[in-house]
């Protein structure tokens, strides 16, 4: 196979990767504004977009609006809406795409005052391509990624045409559903329903937003999108860290009781003594230091949903009486007579073995039998190694942001020593070593060393470090080339120059650590 035929190859795999995360992102059922931004993440990870964007206009209208951007200032994303801008503007009004190889002066970045546009920059690639709704266009998708002297132009086009009629089917899905649920001759239908941004909590627990995309979480999604839309009750199932609570969340937030609380309880961080007066409340003199009437968390969750968690740490006397609120839908305060009536949607989480304590008589066995009417069991994250690259690339974005770094990517190695592990902490344990590397982080690539030694040693214990300042420097030493390698996508004598070196060095040092360099083309 030629080394273009191999380009091609490689490039026909990661495209398809791709599109089958970008269609169950926008198939999944999320709001639209949700999951375009979920696709630019993508194409941001997997194919460098270092800017991007997707502009949307209504029918029969000039105004035009950013539905969708990454990498931009406030001050770009006004550039964008710019009629003057002529990359977007020019693709809006032809519907034909237009790539720009290399940016450089080309007269589309022209102002009409002869200044450039913010599009502008030098070595940068530039692929702008129409989003048709209906056969008409209805918007743009503009792309910046970094200029490559041998990039296949015909063939990066194309996989973006592809992109952007997915989420034109998508956009043309969402319109028809909108009209079905506001039909009438008073509404004028919009060739794309601009939608407004959803309450920051709820955007958070869209299904666009729960990482992951390997077979154990296909089957969970599937599951939260059976029950989501009914009243049942829930119990998640799964070990520590996870991510029973974000199940949760996701479950109440695409239900039709999204407009109402959602209210949490750990069980095990109360108490027996206050553990039912904080589920049911309690009545003015109940108890000593009882001075006025409080409501419980049933009452304040009403018409919303109550997530009990560590619920196998119930004990007797509450499990009675949350028992009667299960089959009767109604409870008294404590010290109280008069009955209140109960309409909230209960979600359950446990790391326990239920089974097991219901025969050590540590669990009312008719308690389980009422909770476990519709139970989700959550892998654990050394069952789901697919989703390890995607999660650690989720948290790297969060904690960016939270900390204000600019770490671009994870290096090659690092990737394959966080692969390697088998996270015993699950996703909890994944976004503290993402954290921990962020903060040890001072450059913009984590790399192996930044890690912790549990995960340095490939020890399951983790506690000894015994490494030789030797192995120390040659896996500093492997790990920075191959990252380099990576950067240059294989090209060693540009590796070389990066690293003030020779190619014969890099040669040398390639066979060395058994790099194999046609792997990062």
């Known amino acids: 196979m030629s080394p273009a035929e191999s380009k091609v190859e490689h490039f026909d795999?990661?495209?398809?990767?791709?599109?089958?995360?970008?269609?169950?992102?926008?198939?999944?059922?999320?709001?639209?504004?949700?999951?375009?931004?979920?696709?630019?993440?993508?194409?941001s990870r997997d194919h460098g977009a270092a800017r991007s964007a997707i502009?949307?206009?209504?029918?029969?209208?000039?105004?035009?609006?950013?539905?969708?951007?990454?990498?931009?200032?406030?001050?770009?994303?006004?550039?964008?809406?710019?009629?003057?801008?002529?990359?977007?503007?020019r693709v809006l009004e032809s519907g034909k795409p237009v790539v720009v190889p290399r940016a450089a002066g080309d007269s589309l970045f022209l102002r009409p005052d002869g200044t450039h546009s913010i599009h502008h920059a030098n070595g940068r690639t530039f692929i702008c391509v129409p989003v048709t709704v209906n056969r008409e266009t209805a918007g743009a998708m503009l792309l910046d990624l970094e200029h490559e002297k041998h990039r296949d132009y015909a063939l990066a086009l194309a996989f973006v045409e592809v992109v952007a009629s997915v989420i034109g089917l998508a956009l043309r899905v969402a319109n028809l559903s909108d009209l079905e649920k506001h039909p009438g001759p008073e509404r004028q239908p919009a060739l794309v329903e601009i939608v407004q941004p959803r309450e920051e909590i709820q955007g958070r627990y869209d299904f666009s937003n729960l990482v992951g995309n390997s077979g154990p979480m296909q089957q969970v999604y599937e599951q939260i999108g059976k029950v989501a839309g009914s009243n049942a009750t829930v119990m998640v199932r799964g070990e520590s860290g996870t991510g029973k609570e974000l199940i949760a969340h996701a479950i109440h937030y695409n239900s039709p009781r999204k407009a109402g609380p959602f209210i949490k309880v750990n069980c095990a961080a109360l108490p027996d003594t206050l553990i039912e007066s904080e589920l049911f409340g309690y009545e003015k003199g109940a108890f000593t230091g009882a001075q006025a009437q409080k409501k419980g968390r049933f009452e304040l969750a009403q018409g919303g949903?109550?997530?009990?968690?560590?619920?196998?740490?119930?004990?007797?006397?509450?499990?009675?009486?949350?028992?009667?609120?299960?089959?009767?839908?109604?409870?008294?305060?404590?010290?109280?007579?008069?009955?209140?009536?109960?309409?909230?949607?209960?979600?359950?989480?446990?790391?326990?073995?239920?089974?097991?304590?219901?025969?050590?008589g540590a669990f009312r066995e008719d308690l389980f039998y009422r909770l476990n009417v519709f139970t989700i069991f959550l892998p654990p994250l050394r069952e789901r190694k697919p989703d390890?690259?995607?999660?650690?690339?989720?948290?790297?974005?969060?904690?960016?942001?939270?900390?204000?770094?600019?770490?671009?990517?994870?290096?090659?190695?690092?990737?394959d020593m966080l692969m390697s592990y088998h996270w015993p902490g699950n996703v909890r344990e994944l976004a503290n070593t993402i954290e921990r590397a962020v903060l040890t982080c001072d450059d913009h690539v984590i790399h192996g060393h930044h890690l912790p030694p549990t995960l340095q040693t490939a020890e399951a214990t983790g506690t000894v470090f015994n490494v030789s300042l030797k192995q120390s420097i040659e896996a500093y030493e492997k790990d920075l080339i191959q990252d380099t390698l990576k950067t240059t996508r294989g090209n060693r004598a540009r590796a070389a120059k990066l690293l003030r070196t020779t190619e014969r060095v890099i040669n040398y040092k390639a066979r060395k650590y058994g790099i194999d360099c046609t792997r990062f083309k």
């Open 13 to 43: 795999a990661r495209a398809l990767r791709t599109l089958q995360e970008v269609a169950r992102v926008l198939g999944s059922g999320t709001r639209i504004k949700a999951g375009l931004n979920r696709v630019l993440e993508i194409l």
């Open 55 to 89: 502009l949307l206009r209504l029918k029969g209208s000039s105004e035009i609006r950013i539905e969708a951007s990454r990498g931009l200032t406030a001050e770009e994303q006004k550039s964008f809406l710019r009629v003057e801008d002529g990359l977007t503007d």
């Open 305 to 360: 949903t109550l997530f009990l968690d560590e619920i196998g740490e119930l004990n007797a006397t509450t499990s009675v009486k949350l028992l009667r609120v299960l089959q009767e839908r109604e409870f008294e305060r404590v010290g109280g007579t008069r009955t209140v009536k109960a309409d909230v949607r209960l979600i359950v989480a446990t790391n326990k073995d239920l089974e097991k304590a219901i025969v050590a």
């Open 388 to 415: 390890v690259l995607l999660l650690a690339d989720h948290f790297l974005d969060v904690f960016n942001s939270s900390h204000g770094k600019h770490v671009k990517r994870i290096s090659t190695p690092a990737i």
